[in-house]
Structure formats: structure tokens, C-alpha cells
């Protein structure tokens, strides 16, 4: 594999990473709880991550974004994750909706689609999930067929990030007919379809364990008349166009899992300087400081790998798809780790919601999960290693 030195956040990074920390104290933070008991969009974390230019940071200068780098995108969405795992969602799915437009959009859909998201008026969802087709992404039912100039769109996506709050979607579809008789599959092509168009329809709210600010339904698309400009990329070609994206965001996901196992670490260790039992403070048992140090161990690796990762994003390598397939399996496994742990350091006030680290430990959960499980990018990462 290439040979990249190791990308460090410049004092540009630390700057942002200082604002949006911040923010994310002020603004974000006292609402994380709420959201996740009430099971509500994080409407104040939207308002000031918007007013401070956070909630879409990845969009260029050219479409009226501020045009933050991978590493800058990685960094505000690991602070957030810090604090609220569901805000984090709002950064981190506008970019996975928007990377199809930026790697393979026209200009004419660049410029059309991407200044709203860039002016926080709009979100922009991703919907390739179905509920016969999750891991087996290419198995998706949903079909667009040719009409005149246009598609008729008919299908059902499931469990869609966002829907319903954001008013566009990127949406993978089968087009076609499949090539030779002896595959089953039929080519993919991608769409951007808006909330408005007539036969777009959302259904209820999934009830989560984890991530219950951050809204998860199903899009129903029924005879969704679609003009020919809304198609992106080229006939035939989205489902490469969908993997290239992923490649992209799982490095996104991995700072999210990096910033809720942080904010986990951060919350045990200043717990265990004031719990005292058996006459002492509990940081003074060797087990507890071993267990806090394997787990900032490991947080710290997890971070370098993402950070890798994201300069391998921002620099389009070959590499990408094992670097963001790598970073995002491994710093998910330890965010699943260092947040049960500090579920065990905080011992019973630990599992009650009177403190946030069950809250983060449930949060954690979904980042093995989303953006492929970690099973699957097991399987990416054999798949490039063995060509
Ligand atoms: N870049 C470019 N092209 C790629 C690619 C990549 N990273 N990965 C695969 N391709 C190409 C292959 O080269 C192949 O091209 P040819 O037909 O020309 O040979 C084609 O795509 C098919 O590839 P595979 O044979 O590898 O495809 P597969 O059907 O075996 O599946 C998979 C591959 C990796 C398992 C894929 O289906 C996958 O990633 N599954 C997981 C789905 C997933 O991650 N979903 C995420 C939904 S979004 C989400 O979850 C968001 C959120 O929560 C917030
Ligand atoms: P399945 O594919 O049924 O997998 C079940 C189990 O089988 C897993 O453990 C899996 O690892 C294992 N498995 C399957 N195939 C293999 C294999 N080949 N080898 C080894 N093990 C295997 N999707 C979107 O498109 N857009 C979104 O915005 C979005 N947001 C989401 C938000 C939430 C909260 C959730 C829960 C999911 C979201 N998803 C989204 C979907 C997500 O990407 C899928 O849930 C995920 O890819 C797994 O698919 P599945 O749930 O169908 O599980």
C-alpha cells in the first residue's frame, strides 16, 4: 500500500476542533439527554452548529460551503459525537448525501443542490439501505424505470438517517435490465429526489436503542415522476458511485466512535477521582488505573488510524477503501469497548440516566452497525488486501 506520511492536524485543525468544542459545550451538550429521553431531532444542536457554520462543513468554497478538509470534517464531527452522538448525525449524514453530487453530480446539480445544504436551509439524506438489502447493498429492489425524457421512480428504502427532516435524497435504484443471463443483478443507478416531489412518503420514526435524537424511517417513493437531470453520474454506475461514497464516510463514522468513546474516557476519569470506597479514592486501585489507561490506549490508536484514514480521503488513494474500511471497524470496536467501560468504572450509577455514559454506551452501539457492519468491512479489507 502507499506510502502517505502521517497526516497531523495543523494548528488550522486545533482551531477548529477549539470553536466547534465550544459550541458543542454551550449548545449542544445541555440538550443531549433530552434528545435521547424524548426521542427528538436536536433542533438547538442544528440552530448552533448552522450559526457557527458546523452542520455542513465538507461543502467547497464554490457552492457557498466553508470547505473543510477531511481531517477538519473528522474533527467537528468527533466533537460532537463527544457530547451528542445524534447531532453528530447532522454533519456526518449531509456529507454522506452530498458525496455523490461532489465525486460524480454535474455542475448544474452541484450548483443547484449544494449552496442550500451549504446555507443550512436544507438536509440532505443518502438511501441505499432496503429491507431485503442491507449488507447485500446491491441486492436493492427499488427501480426507476425510463419515461420520455425522465423516471418513474417506485420502491421502498429503509432505515434512512434523517428522513423526513431533510428535503433531498440521494437514492440508489435498479435501472435495467441485468447484463448476462447468469447474473441476477440488474445495474444501479443513482438520483437525487426532493421531499416535495409528488409520491415521496416517510414511515414512523424507528424506536432505538442508541443515536434516539437522530431520526431513522422508511422512504416510500410510489410513481415518483423524476426529469432526466435528477440522474447522477452515469447510467449504470451507481453502485460503483455508492461504494466510492462509503469509502469516503466510514472515516466519518470512525471520528464519530473516536469522539463518543472520549467523551466516555473523559467522564470516567474525572469520576474516579471523587468516588472513594474503602477509604480512598477508586483511581487509587491498580485496576482501575489499568483499565483507564488500555482504554485511553486504544482510543488514541483509534484516532491516529482515522486521522489516517481521513488524509487518505482528502488525497482520493487507492488506499482509501481499506483506510476508511479499517478506521471505521477498529475505532467502532474500541468506542463499544471504552464506553462499556466507563459504564463499569461509574459501577451502578453508571447503568442509571442520571449520568451519561449508558447513554454513550447505547450511542456507541450503532457505529459497528451503520455504514456497513463491521463484518462487511472485514470483508472490504480482505477484498483489497488479497486484489
Ligand atoms: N469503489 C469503487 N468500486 C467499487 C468499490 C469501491 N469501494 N467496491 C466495489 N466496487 C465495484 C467492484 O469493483 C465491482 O465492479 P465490477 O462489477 O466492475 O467488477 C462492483 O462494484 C461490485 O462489487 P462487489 O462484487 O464487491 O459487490 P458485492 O455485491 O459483493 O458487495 C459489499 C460489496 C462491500 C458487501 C457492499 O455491498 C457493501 O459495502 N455492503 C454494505 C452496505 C453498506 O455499507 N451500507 C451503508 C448504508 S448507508 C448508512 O448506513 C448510513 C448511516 O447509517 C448514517
Ligand atoms: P444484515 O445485512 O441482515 O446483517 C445481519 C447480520 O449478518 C450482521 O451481523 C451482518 O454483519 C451479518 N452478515 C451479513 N452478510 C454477511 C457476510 N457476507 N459475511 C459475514 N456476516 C454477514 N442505510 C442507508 O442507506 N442510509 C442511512 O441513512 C442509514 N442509516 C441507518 C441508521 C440506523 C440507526 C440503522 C440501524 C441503519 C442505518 N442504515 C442506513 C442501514 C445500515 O447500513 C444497515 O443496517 C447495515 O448495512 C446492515 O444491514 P442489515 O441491517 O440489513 O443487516
Redesign the pocket.
Known sequence: MSDIPLFAPSEEHEAIREACRAVCRDKVAPHAAEVDEREIFPQESYDALRAADFHAPHIPEAYEGVGADALATAIVIEEIARVCVSSS?IP??NK?GTMPLLLAGSEEQKRRYLPPVARGEAMFS?C??EPEA?????ALRTRAVRDGDGWVLNGVKR?I?NAGVSDYYLVFAATGEPAAESSSRRPISAFVVEKSDPGVSFGKPEKKLGIRGSPTREVYFDNVRLPADRLVGAEGEG??LA??T??HTRVT?AAQAVGVAQGALDYATAYVKERRQFGQPIADFQAVRFMLADMAMRLEAARQLTYAAAARSERSDPDL?FFGAAAKCYASDVAMEITTNAVQLLGGYGYTRDYPVERMMRDAK?TQI????NQ?QR??MA?HLLG
Open positions: 448525525l456526518a449524514v454522506l443518502y441505499l439501505s442491507g449488507s447485500d447493498a446491491a432505515w438517517t453502485f460503483k461504494m466510492r462509503l469509502d463514522i477503501t450503532i451503520y455504514e456497513g457492519t462487511i470483508l472490504v477484498r
